[in-house]
Structure formats: structure tokens, C-alpha cells
């Protein structure tokens, strides 16, 4: 088959696709025909290369995809050939202490297809079966690729994580990003009200579309500084933050009285001051957030596919052409999700 892959890691020229031995599923795993894929910001990452992350190589990257089932392994009964599924690229044991009580994204061997393990930007993936999703007739391949991994983790940080109320105020920092632009319409989804941030007027204009009571032009004003005016100096209830040491202390400065801030990831780095005399004497909650659980990817996935929440696709290119689609994201280029599809079945769709 063919597959995007890399030999060494690096800058975007190390990206090849070019032919890669066709998959073989285990008994617990299934043959996915790829239809579509979409890129994640930890693409970008596991091309560099990843402390404490020993890939075997070269590597197929790729986390979010999704297609037609070719063919099951022996202990494989939820799918049979010709279904269409969607992928959830976080993988669990299913008998830790953590996965026994629900908890799959804590899973003492948590991993992610993609990122730690092989991954699905190829003509054909082999996956666990545990991993798969059932997509409907009518659900595009490039909406069922593009949500899972972005709308899951959006998902758990502000319903399960955040545990939003209706009526309370939400800031969603980088709303034109994947799981930016996801939290924004789940935020309006549960009845909050909801604050984005942007760099471009355009990119605020689609997070208004999206579900956006107020945008913020994080390039023209201090955000924080906006957020004090628009809630008349009292705060939001929560911040969702993804951006790391770069937005982290404005983000603490924007919480009202006991709010909290949601983090799933540090795309400028780990380590800003902590703030704890703002945290202790406000009383503010930080809180983390990986991926999901099973039952939280199959709830936000089928408000996907009924059509309560799209994810913008920013872009379809053909896999021959992921390094472009790195540069997307490196340069934060566009809004929503880029999609790439199999050079065999570009343009078929
Ligand atoms: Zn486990």
C-alpha cells in the first residue's frame, strides 16, 4: 500500500508516501480501507520527535481517520467487512484499576495510534476493534475523520472536566484550532455563554458562526484585558486553554472568583509561572484533561453525526501532500481541521 511515513524525525522535508507494507489485523483488530484522515498538532510533534518516545521507524503517522472495513480478526464481533467506521485514536488495557472504573484516558498504558504506536495515514490501517466507531450513511468521510479527536477532547474538558453550567461564562482561547473551534460549539452547546479568541477578523467571524457570544482579537488588545471589560471586571467561569506558557497567565488573570481553567496540552511550553497567589487567593481550580473515555467519544460522536457540532474543514489535500498540511498547522493558517485522503482516492469523493 501506500502511506505517509517517515524515516528520521525532523523539519516537514522528512515526510515521505511512498509504498509500506500492507497491514495485517490481529484477532482483536479490524482492516480499515482509509477514506480520509485529518492532522492533529501532535502530528507536528511526533514528527520532531518526542522526549521518552521511542518510535519504531519509520513511522506511519496519523491519528484521526476513517473508512470501510475490509476484514476482522478471529475475536472481532462488533463490525463485519463493508461497515463504515470512524477511528478514536486513544487506547486503553481495559483492566487497570483506571479502566475498570471508566476512566480510559487515566489507563496506567494509555497510548495513542499515531503518536506512540503506528498510525493511520495510509491506504489501509489495522486497528483495534475497541478503537472503532460506527459512522452513518450520509456522514461525510471527511466530517467522520476530522471530529473524533479533537471533539472528544473538547468534550471531556468542558462536560466532564469543567462540568459547565448553563449560564456561566466560557473562554475558549485559540478558537480557530481544532479542539478551539470544537470547544466553542460545545460551550454554546451546554448554554454557555461563550468568549473566543482569535488573530484575524475573518477567524472571528467564524468562531461568531460557530457559536461565539463575544470575539476577542488576541493580536489587537489584551485579552484578559477585553474579558475584564466584557464581564464588567468580575471574570469568566472557565478558561480552556491550550496554548501553554504563552497565554497562561492572562488565562489565571480572566477567572472570576473560583473559576476554572481546563488544559489539555502547552503548544508554547510546559512550564509559566504558576501564579499560585492568584490561584489560592481566588480560589481557582486548574484543571487537566487527555482525550476521553469510551462512553464520552461515543456521546459527542453522535451529536457529530447528527449534525449538532461540524468540524471546519480548512483543507483536503492528498496524502502526498501532509508536509503542506504541516505547514497549516505550524502557521496556524486557516480555521478548522485539515484533511488529507489517499492520493488513490483523491478527488473520487
Ligand atoms: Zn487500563
Known amino acids: 500500500m501506500q502511506a505517509v511515513q517517515f524515516t528520521d524525525h525532523g523539519d516537514r522535508d522528512v515526510i515521505e508516501y511512498g509504498d509500506f507494507p500492507d497491514p495485517t489485523p490481529d484477532r482483536d483488530e479490524v482492516l480499515v480501507d482509509v477514506k480520509a484522515g485529518a492532522l492533529n498538532h501532535l502530528d507536528v510533534w511526533t514528527r520532531k520527535g518526542l ?3 521511542d518510535l519504531e521507524l519509520p513511522h506511519v503517522p496519523g491519528s484521526d481517520a476513517a473508512g470501510v472495513v475490509l476484514e476482522v480478526g478471529e475475536d472481532v464481533t462488533r463490525f463485519e467487512p463493508g461497515d463504515r ?33 503506528r498510525g493511520v495515514h495510509g491506504e489501509m490501517a489495522a486497528v483495534p476493534a475497541a478503537n472503532l466507531v460506527s459512522v452513518p450513511q450520509g456522514v461525510s468521510w471527511n466530517v467522520a475523520a476530522a471530529a473524533p479527536l479533537v471533539f472528544q477532547t473538547a468534550w471531556r474538558m ?10 456561566e461564562k466560557v473562554l475558549v482561547l485559540g478558537a480557530s484550532g ?18 473566543a479568541t482569535g488573530s484575524t477578523d475573518e477567524k472571528l467571524d467564524h468562531a461568531r458562526e460557530l457559536g461565539a ?5 488576541y493580536a489587537e488588545d489584551d485579552f484578559a484585558d477585553r474579558v475584564y471589560d466584557l464581564t464588567d471586571g468580575r471574570g469568566v467561569d472557565v478558561v480552556v486553554d491550550h496554548v ?5 497567565p492572562d488565562s489565571l488573570k480572566s477567572l472570576a472568583k473560583g473559576g476554572r481553567l481546563v488544559t489539555c496540552g502547552a503548544t508554547t511550553g510546559p512550564n509559566p509561572n504558576a501564579g499560585l497567589n ?26 457529530v453525526w447528527d449534525g449538532e457540532f461540524e468540524p471546519a474543514i480548512r483543507e483536503v489535500l492528498p496524502m502526498s501532500e501532509t508536509a503542506r498540511a504541516h505547514e497549516l498547522l505550524e502557521e496556524r493558517e486557516g480555521f478548522g481541521k485539515v484533511v488529507v485522503v ?3 482516492e483523491y478527488g473520487r469523493q
Do not use: K
Open 244 to 248: 501553554g506558557e504563552q497565554t497562561y
Open 342 to 344: 489517499p492520493d488513490s
Open 178 to 195: 481544532g479542539v478551539g473551534h470544537a470547544a466553542v460549539q460545545i460551550a454554546d452547546y451546554l448554554g454557555a455563554t461563550v468568549f
Open 51 to 53: 522526549p521518552g518516545v
Open 85 to 117: 467506521v470512524a477511528l478514536s485514536a486513544g487506547v486503553s488495557c481495559g483492566h487497570c484499576e483506571f479502566c475498570r472504573h471508566g476512566e480510559h484516558s487515566l489507563c496506567e498504558n494509555y497510548h495513542i495510534i499515531g503518536e506512540h504506536v
Open 158 to 167: 468542558l462536560v466532564t472536566r469543567a462540568d459547565v453550567d448553563p449560564g
Open 213 to 217: 457570544d463575544h470575539a476577542i482579537n
Open 278 to 303: 492568584r490561584i489560592f487567593w481566588n480560589q481557582l481550580s486548574v484543571i487537566g484533561s487527555t482525550m476521553a473515555t469510551r462512553g464520552e467519544v461515543d456521546d459527542v460522536l453522535e451529536l
